[in-house]
């Protein structure tokens, strides 16, 4: 293993697609390497202890809590941020889905869902309702939102079957 620090080190990422490097202290979290260095501020700092998932990204495929993950631990790994949902200037399925399925209520945990749900569908294309609850239990929405949640990961499911086949 590589020595870190105690300054800045330079690390690469590959965030949606795109190898970045980045100099970062070794304590600094992905989170703020995402939002402060690199300048995207989908994940949002919620609770910063890993109780509420609106900082969630995809670490390798991977739902994390970005405010948990020191970025220095992602070196060489793959990162996947709402940003990165969007295929070819289109809103993802899953977005679209949160959209009409009124799953979006004040949109603060938003991010965070429709990372853990990416992640879920990445594993499991066809959940059932119960694995899309068991698969989305780590991602907390103060508005309560979660019938419409649960009803959007399931339409984007669906539509995400229908494209493949």
């Keep these: 293993m590589r020595e870190r620090g105690p300054g800045p080190t330079t690390i690469t990422l590959t965030i949606n697609g795109v190898a970045q490097t980045l100099q970062v202290e070794p304590r600094r979290t992905l989170l703020d390497a995402l939002r402060l260095d690199v300048g995207l501020t989908g994940a949002k700092p919620g609770c910063n202890m890993g109780n509420c998932g609106a900082c969630t990204v995809l670490l390798d495929d991977t739902p994390v809590y970005s405010c948990l993950t020191l970025a220095i631990e992602c070196e060489g790994r793959a990162v996947t941020t709402v940003e990165g949902l969007m295929q070819q200037g289109a809103l993802h399925p899953l977005q679209q889905a949160f959209i009409e399925h009124d799953a979006l209520q004040c949109g603060f945990c938003t991010p965070g869902q429709l990372m853990a749900a990416y992640g879920l569908l990445q594993r499991n294309p066809q959940p059932s309702e119960e694995e899309i609850i ?32």
């Design 134 to 165: 068991a698969g989305m239990a780590g991602n907390l929405c103060r508005c309560g939102a979660y019938r419409g949640i649960i009803q959007a990961v399931r339409a984007a499911a669906e539509r995400m079957a229908s494209a493949a086949s």
